[in-house]
C-alpha cells in the first residue's frame, strides 16, 4: 500500500514504539475482506496527515507476537500510539471522515 508501510514482530519498536509523533497501526490480515476495504481510506489517511501521522500496516499471520502483545482479536483492528504507548484502539472498517473525526483530538 503507497504511504502505508509494513512493519513486522522485527521493526515494530523501532517503527512504531520509537516514533517521534502519533502512529496509527493497522492489524491486518490477506483473509479479511473489511481489512481490503479499509485500505484505500488509510492510504488516503496517509497521505493528507502526512507529518503529522504515520499510518503502518502489521499483518498478524506473520506477525503473531505483536498481535498476542497488544491481545488484538479482531481484524481491522487500529490502534494509535504515541510515545510508545497506544492510546486509542478501534475495532472494524470505517469511512475516512469517521476515522479522521476518530483521530483528531490525537494529532
Not at 17 to 29: D, N, Y
Amino acid at each position: 500500500m503507497s504511504g502505508v508501510q509494513e512493519v513486522t514482530d522485527q521493526d515494530f519498536a523501532s517503527e512504531v514504539l520509537g516514533a517521534k509523533g502519533p502512529v496509527l497501526v493497522e492489524f491486518t490480515a490477506d483473509w479479511c475482506p473489511p481489512c481490503r476495504q479499509l485500505a484505500p481510506v488509510l492510504v488516503e489517511v496517509a497521505a493528507e496527515q502526512a507529518g503529522r501521522l504515520k499510518v503502518v500496516a502489521l499483518d498478524v499471520d506473520r506477525n503473531p507476537e505483536t498481535q498476542a502483545a497488544y491481545g488484538v482479536l479482531s481484524m481491522p483492528t487500529l490502534m494509535v500510539f504515541r510515545g510508545g504507548e497506544p492510546v486509542r484502539s478501534m475495532v472494524g472498517a470505517r469511512a475516512k471522515a469517521r476515522l479522521l473525526r476518530e483521530l483528531d483530538d490525537l494529532l
